[in-house]
């Protein structure tokens, strides 16, 4: 959508383009030529390097290589040639429809093309996006038996992959009809090889985003996926994270918060651009916001980027340019090398000192920042790719990967007048000439927990062509195998680390083995499912749903936190863990804790009610447990901890001592707060955080071992007021 900008004639007293930004002049400068124009395509439906949250380059065995449209033909993987500044076709194709748009994704062992055919207003049927796999040898890429696969039999403006640590493939795109736009999400088996029905991301279903936001997914942490996604309507960007060991289809092992809220703080076409995630486990993104939109200030943030830091769950901001630099649609790629983010977007031609318009084509410029400390220049940044004889460069594309002097950076963009592509080489340092790279260690574990004596399956994954591997289990016992069998005779919590080694270097990995005692006829307590939900405005019951699959026997722990002081009726059937934890509630002010435990019935009902001495919001939830004991559930005594301050950024409660071998750890935390982001303690599992009304999570962790368990502490996204109990189930038997 074009979008007129009012502050044209401030523009035209104000600049012209130069290598640092905007300066004063009397007049505009004629534009030189910057970059390498490259082969020139037709009969695509779209620009060839669009669409923005994509990437359609890659590097691997020492050359940079792109999905570039050929005329005639159709999708074809193209390898530049340094030496003489060109692209050459391999000969290899994919999708030959002109209606489709590609990402890929090179994970050091097979090349991953998903291919999406483009509409930009309502979705249609009977238009599959498509999944391409090819594996590579001396220079070949060959397509992979079975494939292409499925993603989704929906056409949509965008998609984006992204690969987890157990192999699987994930997708996620935005599907329009009847005038809103649903996020959905599908993941493959491992390799990508079958993909199941798509589904719609939890915590994207109300508010439904407009029908021109969009989404875009990552991997990151190792260990986890990640989906951003706006709705305009609302100003927000969500962010929505998956831990790869949970079941992707359960509602609760998705936690979903707010990574930018306010007033036209996200824009009403598209939003998320590109995601990247570095080695630290940080995730940057760029988001165009809509603060142009009536509005004569050029001093407006119009482009931002978002850095998401796991270790924390927090989120920061800062501006990658302004509305008076009239830029639009950005992509970053992060370079290793100098620590910095590397941000490239479309703004006019250097010759033009105007600006008709947020996202006119004409040039693509690249500004940069310190990755710890992002702060960015002034003005439109450097001109890395302008064509002097026609100011229509646009739609800017990169890599996934991260570059570093071996690579250097290249991105590419296209003229869509002249029908032509453009492409910017350049260096990024004096380190040693392309060539190999020490390997990226990473591993699938099957399975990752069980009763002992426990036999697991390791597989190595890892990429970068190691050539030797060192498996240290966690229990004294190694391995120097690829890929090793290792059975654990005793209960505990394991780490299992694999180093993978070649002759440029190694890198490390672990994950974590649970083992359940084999004493007794229990087979170990575990989660079963979770539930939640809550009331945005007040209301005087709290009524939750019963977790699916729960039967009898299953013990189900309950807990909520409600807005200001209500006392709470028990119902029959139910034990109160806490009943009211305090947290500065008065009439007028502060919020309660409530936890419980029943255990399931025969003929439970499909909801379970509280019953409020007053009408408040609340949030809450439900996690159904097997393998508990019915006559004792609870196998410690109860601890808890309050923090009234409004200022805290944590809180640590007290240690619980179990009784019996196999006991699971259980607590939560409530905040005074509707807004999200508690971090469960280190080795727990969250198992559901309730969003809106008022904050409620649940967490576990097994104890193998019966004995003191020592203090946990949940970390909070935010500074905020909080309370927080623990306690521990019993097993069975």
Same mark, same amino acid.
């Given at each position: 959508?074009?979008?007129?900008?009012?502050?044209?004639?401030?523009?035209?007293?104000?600049?012209?383009?130069?290598? &640092?930004?905007?300066?004063?002049?009397?007049?505009?400068?004629?534009?030189?030529?910057?970059?390498? !124009?490259?082969?020139?395509?037709?009969?695509?439906?779209?620009? =060839?390097?669009?669409?923005? !949250?994509?990437?359609?380059?890659?590097?691997?065995?020492?050359?940079?290589?792109?999905?570039? +449209?050929?005329?005639?033909?159709?999708?074809?993987?193209?390898?530049?040639?340094?030496?003489?500044?060109?692209?050459?076709?391999?000969?290899?194709?994919?999708?030959?429809?002109?209606?489709?748009?590609?990402?890929?994704? +090179?994970? @050091?062992?097979?090349?991953?093309?998903?291919?999406?055919?483009?509409?930009?207003?309502?979705?249609?049927?009977?238009?599959?996006?498509?999944?391409?796999?090819?594996?590579?040898?001396?220079?070949?890429?060959?397509?992979?038996?079975?494939?292409?696969?499925?993603?989704?039999?929906?056409?949509? *403006?965008?998609?984006?992959?992204?690969?987890?640590?157990?192999?699987?493939? +994930?997708?996620?795109?935005?599907?329009?009809?009847?005038?809103?736009?649903?996020?959905?999400?599908?993941?493959?088996?491992?390799? $990508?090889?079958?993909?199941?029905?798509?589904?719609?991301?939890?915590?994207?279903?109300?508010?439904? =985003?407009?029908?021109? /936001?969009?989404?875009?997914?990552?991997?990151? *942490? &190792?260990?986890?996926?990640?989906?951003?996604?706006?709705?305009?309507?609302?100003?927000?960007?969500?962010?929505?994270?998956?831990?790869? /060991?949970?079941?992707?289809?359960?509602?609760?092992?998705?936690?979903?918060?707010?990574?930018?809220?306010?007033?036209?703080?996200?824009?009403?076409?598209?939003?998320?651009?590109?995601?990247?995630?570095?080695?630290?486990?940080?995730?940057?993104?760029?988001?165009?916001?809509?603060?142009? /939109?009536?509005?004569?200030?050029?001093?407006?943030?119009?482009?931002?980027?978002?850095?998401?830091?796991?270790? #924390? @769950?927090?989120?920061?901001?800062?501006?990658?340019?302004?509305?008076?630099?009239?830029?639009?649609?950005?992509?970053?790629?992060?370079?290793?090398?100098?620590?910095?983010?590397?941000?490239?977007?479309?703004?006019?031609?250097?010759?033009?000192?105007?600006? =008709?318009?947020?996202?006119?084509?004409?040039?693509?410029?690249?500004?940069?920042?310190?990755?710890?400390?992002?702060?960015?220049?002034?003005?439109?940044?450097?001109?890395?790719?302008?064509?002097?004889?026609?100011?229509?460069?646009?739609?800017?594309?990169?890599?996934?990967?991260?570059?570093?002097?071996?690579?250097?950076?290249?991105?590419?963009?296209?003229?869509?007048?002249?029908?032509?592509?453009?492409?910017? %080489?350049?260096?990024?340092?004096?380190?040693?000439?392309?060539?190999?790279?020490?390997?990226?260690?990473?591993?699938?574990?099957?399975?990752?927990?069980?009763?002992?004596?426990?036999?697991? %399956?390791?597989?190595?994954?890892?990429?970068?062509?190691?050539?030797? +591997?060192?498996?240290?289990?966690?229990?004294?016992?190694?391995?120097?195998?690829?890929?090793?069998?290792? #059975?654990?005779?005793?209960? &505990?919590?394991?780490?299992?680390?694999?180093?993978?080694?070649?002759? *440029?270097?190694?890198?490390?990995?672990?994950?974590?083995?649970?083992?359940?005692?084999? &004493?007794?006829?229990?087979?170990?307590?575990?989660?079963?499912?979770?539930?939640?939900?809550?009331?945005?405005?007040?209301?005087?019951?709290?009524?939750?749903?019963?977790?699916?699959?729960?039967?009898?026997?299953?013990?189900?722990?309950?807990?909520?936190?409600?807005?200001?002081?209500?006392?709470?009726?028990?119902? #029959?059937?139910?034990?109160?863990?806490?009943?009211?934890?305090?947290?500065?509630?008065?009439?007028?002010?502060?919020?309660?804790?409530?936890?419980?435990?029943?255990?399931? $019935?025969?003929?439970?009902?499909?909801?379970?009610?509280?019953?409020?001495?007053?009408?408040?919001?609340?949030?809450?939830?439900?996690?159904?447990? %097997?393998?508990?004991?019915?006559?004792?559930?609870?196998?410690?005594?109860?601890?808890?901890?309050?923090?009234?301050?409004?200022?805290?950024?944590?809180?640590?409660?007290?240690?619980?001592?179990?009784?019996?071998?196999?006991?699971?750890?259980?607590?939560?935390?409530?905040? %005074?707060?509707?807004?999200?982001?508690?971090?469960?303690?280190?080795?727990?599992? *969250?198992?559901?955080?309730?969003?809106?009304?008022?904050?409620?999570?649940?967490?576990?962790?097994?104890?193998?071992?019966?004995?003191?368990?020592?203090?946990?502490?949940?970390?909070?996204?935010?500074?905020?007021?909080?309370?927080?109990?623990?306690?521990?189930?019993?097993?069975?038997?």
């Amino acid at each position: 959508m074009k979008k007129p900008l009012r502050w044209l004639s401030h523009l035209l007293a104000l600049s012209i383009v130069a290598a &640092g930004g905007l300066v004063g002049a009397a007049g505009p400068a004629q534009a030189a030529t910057v970059g390498t !124009p490259s082969i020139a395509y037709s009969g695509v439906s779209n620009p =060839p390097t669009a669409d923005k !949250p994509q990437s359609k380059l890659w590097w691997n065995d020492g050359s940079w290589w792109a999905n570039m +449209w050929k005329t005639g033909s159709g999708w074809s993987i193209y390898r530049l040639d340094r030496g003489t500044d060109t692209w050459v076709d391999t000969g290899v194709r994919s999708d030959s429809r002109a209606s489709t748009s590609s990402d890929t994704l +090179w994970d @050091g062992t097979h090349l991953y093309i998903a291919s999406n055919v483009v509409t930009s207003g309502a979705s249609a049927a009977g238009q599959p996006a498509r999944l391409y796999r090819y594996s590579y040898s001396n220079g070949t890429y060959t397509r992979s038996s079975g494939f292409p696969t499925t993603i989704s039999n929906n056409s949509s *403006e965008s998609l984006t992959i992204a690969k987890d640590s157990t192999g699987a493939v +994930w997708a996620s795109w935005t599907q329009v009809s009847g005038g809103t736009s649903t996020v959905f999400v599908n993941n493959s088996a491992p390799g $990508g090889t079958s993909w199941g029905a798509p589904f719609v991301v939890p915590g994207a279903e109300d508010p439904h =985003p407009t029908p021109d /936001d969009l989404s875009a997914i990552v991997a990151f *942490e &190792g260990d986890e996926i990640g989906i951003m996604w706006t709705d305009q309507a609302t100003g927000t960007a969500w962010w929505a994270t998956h831990d790869d /060991d949970e079941s992707a289809r359960t509602a609760s092992s998705w936690k979903v918060r707010e990574a930018i809220k306010g007033n036209k703080q996200v824009d009403d076409h598209l939003n998320i651009k590109t995601l990247q995630a570095d080695p630290s486990g940080r995730v940057f993104a760029a988001v165009k916001t809509s603060l142009n /939109d009536g509005s004569s200030d050029p001093n407006l943030a119009q482009l931002v980027l978002v850095v998401f830091k796991p270790a #924390t @769950g927090s989120f920061s901001q800062t501006t990658i340019a302004r509305t008076g630099d009239c830029v639009s649609r950005p992509q970053i790629v992060l370079d290793t090398e100098n620590n910095r983010v590397r941000a490239f977007h479309t703004a006019p031609s250097t010759s033009v000192s105007g600006c =008709p318009f947020s996202g006119v084509a004409g040039s693509i410029y690249e500004k940069t920042a310190s990755m710890d400390n992002p702060i960015f220049g002034s003005g439109r940044g450097t001109p890395v790719i302008q064509d002097a004889n026609s100011a229509n460069m646009n739609d800017v594309t990169s890599t996934k990967q991260s570059v570093n002097a071996a690579t250097g950076i290249v991105v590419m963009a296209s003229n869509n007048v002249t029908k032509r592509y453009w492409f910017s %080489d350049r260096s990024l340092g004096s380190g040693n000439p392309p060539g190999p790279t020490a390997p990226t260690a990473s591993f699938i574990a099957t399975p990752t927990s069980g009763t002992a004596p426990l036999t697991v %399956d390791f597989t190595d994954t890892s990429t970068g062509s190691p050539t030797s +591997w060192d498996w240290n289990f966690g229990d004294g016992s190694t391995s120097t195998s690829r890929n090793p069998s290792h #059975t654990y005779s005793a209960a &505990g919590t394991y780490s299992a680390r694999l180093t993978a080694t070649n002759a *440029e270097g190694s890198s490390s990995t672990t994950r974590t083995i649970t083992v359940n005692p084999s &004493g007794g006829t229990s087979p170990g307590i575990s989660a079963r499912s979770s539930s939640t939900a809550n009331a945005a405005t007040a209301t005087s019951t709290v009524s939750l749903p019963a977790p699916t699959g729960r039967t009898a026997g299953d013990v189900l722990v309950a807990s909520f936190t409600t807005d200001l002081n209500p006392t709470v009726a028990v119902p #029959t059937g139910w034990t109160a863990i806490v009943n009211g934890l305090s947290i500065n509630s008065t009439t007028t002010t502060g919020a309660r804790v409530f936890a419980y435990y029943r255990v399931v $019935g025969s003929g439970d009902p499909a909801s379970y009610t509280w019953t409020l001495s007053k009408a408040v919001k609340w949030g809450g939830g439900i996690t159904a447990y %097997d393998g508990v004991s019915n006559t004792t559930p609870l196998d410690s005594a109860v601890t808890t901890a309050v923090n009234a301050t409004y200022t805290a950024t944590s809180i640590t409660v007290p240690s619980v001592t179990t009784t019996r071998n196999g006991a699971r750890l259980i607590g939560g935390v409530g905040f %005074d707060t509707a807004i999200p982001g508690a971090t469960a303690p280190t080795g727990w599992t *969250e198992r559901w955080e309730a969003a809106n009304g008022q904050i409620a999570q649940q967490a576990d962790q097994p104890q193998a071992t019966a004995g003191a368990a020592g203090t946990a502490t949940w970390t909070f996204s935010a500074a905020k007021a909080a309370a927080a109990w623990r306690t521990a189930l019993r097993p069975a038997g």
